[in-house]
């Protein structure tokens, strides 16, 4: 028997194709082989690259540095303000509260995780460095996810900046059933740490959850802000031992302040920042500070208080150097503002600031108030805004504060007339003239009821060139030279020859602006 015949097919064809095969199999090992030396010469030249990085790095200037003074450069990179620069007062502390947790929070920590990120030693330095983890704020909100890898991560950055103090935030816009639910889960991560919370900003509905804690928790607390409470009804007694707090601000927009009034340390405050709709209130946590050094309090003109608003015996408060007050809403009570001031003797107050609501038609209360200066005799800046003070008012106002320099008056609509005027004009043969320590004076739309010539008569008469600083027989003014004068009215209030006259002194050396 024969086998048929395959159309095509050769003996031949067989061994081309085992041929083929065998070379396609020498193919593939060879791509095999060059692959994994191609693997071996990329690890090779991975190493060589590290290598030349380290040397690099050992020649340029900062290789060079020991490792404390690389420690030194990362903490000037990432360090973040946490107190303001400036203010407008000369008092910065003033600003804590303002600034404080504001901007990005993640900034400090970001910068952080850069520098990690640069090269294996600088990541080894940073890790092992806790200063650095403490820089910035640690800031949790009620709408953050918590999944495990959040509270993980916020486990690490407690754990690095362990043993430093560092700042801390809670904040919570959700509703009461969220905020327990993200309460339970965040605390029990965070209040472990609280011994080493130095500056603390609370912006929840409550802070019962503090109250739990033991004393001596917060013993390392420095600068304390709250805001809102609008879910707290029980008082707030936390706080009450910390032995190193100096800053306190209440940011609430209610009348909050009575669950905190005799469970913190008011006697060793040095500044304050409460913003409460309780006048009485406010006075009664200004009147403990002992030793409070710079006060601004935003409140209303509702007393809402106890205690009687006149019947209170008076008190020093020695070293308080800057208080600014804010007014809002409408006098519809018996007690006007000056019910704050009734108590308080003031000898080292050198700044002193009123902000009254746009709305308000309140008198000046002109007697209430110079009694209150003839307590506090140093104010050398005042400065008032939106007030009812009328020119009788401004002069018993500058009749009583002997030692002001600076007088800023703004939209107060009625309180600069020809009277004012000639009040302020200083005359020679004057004992007793009126401000004799003013040198700066800024009048911005404070009324239209005066003649421009008692207006240049009264800033001539305070402004004189060096060489008449002295008078013909010797002797010096009895008033100091007006070293600056803004004077804002309206157009139809400023004659243009008034302005001339005004632009010539402003060529003799008086810094005048109009």
């Excluded at 994994?36 to 690890?43: K, N, S």
């Excluded at 900062?62 to 000369?90: C, N």
Aim: with cysteine.
């Amino acid at each position: 028997m024969s086998l048929p015949l395959t159309v095509g097919w050769s003996p031949g064809l067989t061994n081309v194709e085992i041929q083929v095969k065998c070379l396609i199999e020498a193919a593939e090992a060879n791509i095999a082989r060059l692959t994994a030396q191609i693997r071996e010469l990329d690890c090779l030249r991975a190493k060589e690259r590290n290598v030349l990085a380290t040397l690099r790095l050992m020649i340029v200037p900062i290789g060079k540095l020991p490792t404390e003074i690389l420690i030194e450069i990362f903490k000037h990179a990432v360090q973040t303000p946490i107190l303001a620069d400036e203010d407008p007062w000369g008092d910065s502390i003033l600003l804590w509260s303002r600034s404080l947790f504001q901007g990005n929070p993640r900034a400090a920590i970001d910068k952080v995780l850069r520098l990690s990120r640069v090269c294996s030693y600088w990541r080894k330095v940073v890790d092992t460095t806790p200063a650095l983890w403490a820089e910035g704020v640690v800031s949790v909100t009620a709408e953050t996810v918590l999944a495990p890898s959040y509270l993980d991560g916020l486990k690490c950055l407690l754990a690095r900046s362990t043993p430093y103090p560092i700042s801390v935030a809670f904040a919570s816009n959700t509703k009461t059933i969220h905020f327990n639910s993200w309460a339970r889960h965040i605390l029990p991560v965070m209040l472990p740490t609280a011994q080493r919370w130095r500056n603390l900003n609370i912006d929840l509905p409550s802070v019962l959850h503090f109250n739990e804690l033991p004393p001596g928790t917060f013993d390392s607390l420095e600068c304390l802000l709250i805001h809102n409470l609008s879910g707290q009804t029980g008082t707030m007694t936390v706080f009450q031992s910390s032995p190193r707090l100096w800053s306190f601000a209440l940011k609430t927009g209610a009348s909050k302040i009575h669950l905190i009034l005799g469970h913190l340390p008011w006697r060793q405050l040095t500044h304050i920042d409460i913003d409460d709709d309780s006048l009485g209130g406010c006075r009664a946590a200004l009147l403990q500070c002992s030793n409070i050094v710079s006060a601004r309090i935003t409140t209303s003109y509702e007393w809402n208080f106890g205690h009687e608003a006149t019947q209170s015996p008076i008190v020093v408060l020695p070293f308080l150097k800057t208080l600014i007050m804010s007014f809002r809403g409408l006098d519809n009570n018996d007690i006007g503002f000056e019910a704050f001031f009734i108590p308080f003797s003031l000898p080292s107050l050198t700044k002193l600031g009123l902000q009254f609501d746009s709305d308000n038609d309140e008198f000046w209360p002109m007697e209430e108030f110079s009694v209150f200066q003839d307590r506090s005799p140093n104010v050398q800046e005042i400065k008032i805004l939106l007030s009812a003070i009328d020119s009788e008012g401004l002069i018993a106002l500058l009749r009583h504060g002997p030692s002001i320099q600076i007088l800023d008056i703004q939209n107060s609509w009625s309180c600069v007339d020809d009277a004012f005027f000639e009040a302020l004009y200083y005359d020679e043969a004057d004992s007793a003239p009126l401000a004799p320590k003013l040198e700066n004076i800024h009048l911005e739309y404070v009324g239209d009821d005066f003649d421009e010539s008692h207006l240049e008569r009264a800033i001539r008469s305070r402004w004189w060139k060096d060489e008449e600083l002295l008078l013909p027989d010797g002797s010096r003014p009895r008033v100091s030279r007006l070293t600056r004068a803004c004077l804002m009215f309206t157009d139809e209030e400023m004659s243009d020859g008034l302005k001339a006259r005004m632009k010539e002194l402003a060529t003799q050396g008086l810094d005048i602006s109009l």
